[in-house]
């Protein structure tokens, strides 16, 4: 009984330890089942939030959330709270999405079109633009229109919208309200227009036509997309080229700086056929798609269907014709606003179209081609120079001098307006860059003085602070022009050594490299430049070179030229050398203007008066712009900003040099450095063809043969040249510390003699004056004095100054002769120095023998007598030389491999 008892109790024990378990067992089960559905319930609404009701209901792999009987009170939960928000966004929502739509699109960007269809747009693009186009508006659910809704478009995004069977009309109109809203809200001509409709011949939107009559729409031919895709394409390259290349990333960027759109914005609309496009098309189009923005082009594809990697926004029309942006998402259903009355969009365009040729055939002025003062030497010259020459459409177009431009030719018959475009051309550049920027000389070969006005004059004492050198009147001075590229080829070297020494190869580098230096851009403008190359004489060898070397060298060296004639073609020295113009990228043809531009281009023969044609491309018909120059010759043009410009930057700076051909030097400007103690003395005999305008002069040291002969027969420009060289003398001596000996011989000398003396004298020297009697007794004292220095070792200075030597021949006879030819032969190495004027190369070459030689005159000028007959003075040298009035040709052994042209001096006080 005891075993039973224990037994029932243990059974008791184990069964009420059984159903305490099975009861932990299901409060447990129940437990997990109850954490597993709340964590269910949350991933489902967590689904349901962060994808929205309505996209989780389109996703089948999130159906069984919706078909899932418990889980119905968390979707309804959310659709409450869906709701909710929806009704409170609804309620203040689109307002605000009004009022900000209204803030970045003002104007009638985004009004109502009964409040601007028909109006002309005055904006020019300065000021805040659209950032947002009106297209429709937006609703969310049952809301049906709540706000209005747009799209980026210009500078911002390209606009692809796609289509079905049943709305291809809509879409159509939708893009005609567009194109009509932005046409109309810009000035005309800020906006032009492409269609290209795979299609139709005629294209789409024929509300639009009237806008080509004056150019702003385009319609393109179906067949030949590839040719708008080029035009585009080119159209980027040339603004990367010519436009953005002082660091802009984006017109729009150049517009912030400079306060103006240089360049119309392109809309191309490009209406397709949901059919994919060939392959070098697509990638042409990827390639404008994704270099347009920067430059202006926009691109509306319609039923294109593509992918690119640039900013696009979308447009999906619905079959019920409603559809969905990519700006405004899913949930929001656009009802494109109701297509614009055809005659209402058609009378719009015939008035933009007026208002555009009004504009397009206005007369440009000269002022209009300046920047704001504000903006006025505020241009980078860093990457090139560019500057607005004349208007086409009413736009200023520019002209560009840089690496893929690097020289200009300028080509128009007498008459045609070369100068007043030179003259628009050089003030245009002035008022955009400051003189450390650009640096400007200006030579003019014709004979006139239209540059002239760019240095200071009795009248007007202003001057051009980017001049630094202005040639006129030297069409008779080719050795000026040769002077002028001389100096060119020196500065090409200089900056070539200046950027191997930093590691650099552009001057755009250098900057970079060296900001403490200055280096500024020049530019060489040289009109009727064929007058340079017009002999077949050294000059024009020398020169030929030249310009070849700095045309194909001086675009990485920041030099440019800007070369202007009546006609190119006839340039001898040219002939065989195609190189040389092929530098000359930029061509500018003035009307009946030949051989400027390439062969098969005549546009320049059909201009009329006024107006050029502007060519980047080397002159090749596709890069044609016709362009009207403004008349900048007239009082309050070119006056005006020369006089703004001197205000501005003349203080502290060098005035520039005027090289005037018809002027001769005053002495007292030559000989304005000398002073007592010049060791060696200098006799000045003139002034040199050279960009410095610095003093010829003959170095008279105690030497064997320095000894200076004037040669001419006509005595006015020897008289000169043998007063300045004894004039400039007694400046470099103490008062009293040489001696001058003036040896008047014919009646004519006897003034300037005279005069001689009487400066001499105020010089504070004490000049002896013999006459022709007595000049045989003083030559041969002069020659015992020699042979008394030689062996006594005296050396002071004594200057034997002859007038008309060889009238000296009928008394000195053969004693006074052989005395003449010692003092030629030693004196110089005594102190003893003869200046003398022959009228006659062979007598003085007869002079010059027996005791005597050639050696023994060791300068001679050479005036009114021919180079055959001086040839006599050089020998074994051919010695080019014609007169020339206030020219002599000098030739220094001790400094000349050639003889050189300098210009005869005058006398006169200042």
């Not at 042409?284 to 269907?305: E, K």
């Not at 899913?330 to 009378?347: F, H, I, K, M, S």
């Not at 051919?878 to 003889?899: E, I, K, N, T, Y």
Request: hydrophobic residues 45%; glycine residues 10%; charged residues 20%.
């Amino acid at each position: 009984m005891a075993k039973r008892a224990r037994r029932d109790r243990i059974t008791a024990a184990f069964e009420e330890f059984h159903a305490a378990a099975g009861a932990a067992l299901s409060a447990a089960a129940r437990l997990r089942e109850g954490i597993a559905h709340a964590r269910a319930e949350t991933i489902a609404e967590m689904w349901l939030r962060t994808d929205g009701i309505a996209a989780a209901r389109a996703d089948p792999g999130l159906q069984a959330v919706f078909a899932n009987s418990r889980l119905a009170a968390t979707v309804a939960r959310v659709e409450a709270d869906r709701a909710a928000a929806f009704d409170e966004w609804l309620a203040t929502g689109p307002d605000r999405l009004a009022g900000l739509l209204d803030e970045v699109a003002p104007g009638s960007a985004g009004c109502d079109p009964v409040e601007w269809l028909g109006q002309v747009g005055k904006v020019d693009g300065s000021g805040p633009l659209p950032q947002l186009w009106r297209i429709g508006a937006g609703g969310v659910g049952a809301a049906g229109r709540g706000f209005p809704v747009g799209v980026p478009l210009l500078d911002e995004s390209h606009l692809q919208i796609t289509s079905t069977h049943a709305t291809r009309a809509a879409a159509e109109a939708l893009v005609e309200a567009l194109l009509i809203r932005v046409v109309s809200y810009f000035r005309p001509g800020l906006v032009q227009v492409h269609v290209w409709d795979v299609g139709q011949f005629t294209g789409a939107m024929p509300g639009l036509y009237p806008l080509t009559r004056t150019g702003l729409l385009t319609v393109h031919d179906p067949g030949r997309l590839e040719h708008l895709l080029a035009e585009l394409s080119d159209r980027i390259r040339r603004v990367h080229t010519r436009v953005l290349v002082d660091g802009h990333p984006s017109l729009r960027a150049l517009a912030e700086v400079t306060g103006a759109r240089s360049e119309p914005w392109v809309l191309a609309v490009l209406a397709g056929n949901r059919a994919a496009w060939k392959e070098e098309d697509h990638r042409q189009l990827q390639r404008v798609m994704r270099g347009g923005l920067a430059c202006g082009i926009q691109l509306v594809l319609l039923d294109v269907p593509m992918t690119v990697g640039a900013p696009v926004e979308s447009v999906r029309m619905r079959d019920d014709g409603t559809a969905v942006t990519s700006m405004t998402g899913p949930y929001v259903t656009l009802r494109p606003d109701p297509p614009l009355p055809g005659e209402a969009v058609t009378r719009a365009c015939h008035a933009i179209a007026d208002e555009h040729e009004r504009w397009r055939t206005r007369v440009g002025t000269f002022a209009d081609l300046l920047p704001p003062p504000e903006q006025r030497g505020r241009f980078s010259s860093v990457t090139g120079l560019h500057a607005p020459v004349g208007f086409a459409d009413g736009i200023p177009v520019e002209m560009a001098l840089a690496d893929a431009s690097p020289h200009a030719l300028v080509g128009g018959p007498s008459g045609s307006g070369k100068t007043n475009l030179l003259l628009a051309m050089i003030s245009s550049m002035a008022a955009r860059y400051d003189p450390d920027e650009l640096e400007l000389y200006l030579l003019d070969f014709k004979e006139g003085v239209s540059f002239a006005q760019f240095a200071p004059g009795r009248r007007d004492t202003t001057w051009l602070p980017h001049a630094r050198l202005i040639g006129v009147n030297i069409n008779t001075d080719r050795e000026f022009g040769l002077a002028l590229l001389q100096f060119l080829a020196h500065e090409m070297r200089r900056r070539a050594e200046a950027a191997k020494a930093h590691e650099v190869t552009k001057l755009e580098e250098l900057r970079s490299a060296d900001p403490d230096g200055r280096w500024p851009r020049i530019v060489a403008v040289i009109d009727e430049f064929q007058y340079l190359f017009a002999e077949r004489d050294a000059v024009t060898r020398q020169a030929t070179q030249l310009l070849e070397d700095v045309a194909r060298r001086g675009r990485s060296q920041g030099i440019h030229l800007v070369l202007a004639s009546q006609d190119v073609s006839g340039i001898e020295a040219f002939w065989g050398r195609p190189a040389i113009f092929e530098q000359f990228v930029l061509r500018i043809a003035l009307p009946r203007a030949r051989r400027v531009l390439a062969d098969l281009n005549a546009t320049a023969l059909d201009l009329p008066r006024w107006h050029a044609v502007l060519n980047h491309e080397s002159g090749v018909p596709h890069g044609n712009e016709v362009v009207r120059i403004p008349d900048a010759t007239g009082k309050g043009s070119v006056d005006e900003v020369q006089r703004a410009l001197h205000e501005s930057y003349a203080a502290g700076r060098e005035q520039p040099r005027l090289f005037d051909g018809s002027r001769a030097p005053r002495l007292a400007e030559l000989a304005v450095e000398l002073r007592p103690g010049t060791d060696p003395p200098n006799a000045l005999v003139g002034q040199r063809i050279d960009v410095a305008g610095s003093a010829a002069a003959v170095r008279l040291p105690a030497a064997p043969g320095r000894n200076l002969g004037v040669i001419g027969a006509g005595g006015p420009d020897a008289e000169r040249v043998l007063g300045a060289a004894a004039g400039s003398l007694g400046l470099q001596y103490a008062p009293g510390a040489a001696g001058f000996v003036l040896v008047p011989l014919v009646a004519e000398a006897a003034g300037p003699a005279a005069a001689l003396a009487g400066r001499l004298v105020e010089a504070g020297h004490a000049p002896e004056t013999v006459g022709l009697d007595a000049v045989r007794a003083r030559v041969e004292a002069l020659a015992a004095d020699v042979t008394s220095r030689r062996s006594s070792g005296e050396r002071r200075p004594l200057h034997l100054v002859l007038y008309a030597a060889d009238a000296a021949d009928i008394v000195l006879d053969r004693a006074g002769t052989d005395a003449l030819r010692q003092v030629l032969r030693f004196g110089p190495e005594t102190g003893i120095h003869v200046l003398g004027w022959w009228r006659s190369a062979q007598r003085l070459r007869a002079l010059l023998t027996m005791a005597a030689s050639a050696d023994d005159l060791g300068a001679w000028v050479g005036l009114d007598v021919q180079g055959s007959e001086l040839g006599a003075l050089a020998p074994g040298m051919l010695v080019s030389w014609s007169p020339r009035p206030g020219r002599a040709l000098l030739f220094d052994r001790a400094q000349h491999a050639r003889p050189e042209v300098v210009i005869v001096p005058s006398l006169e006080g200042p």
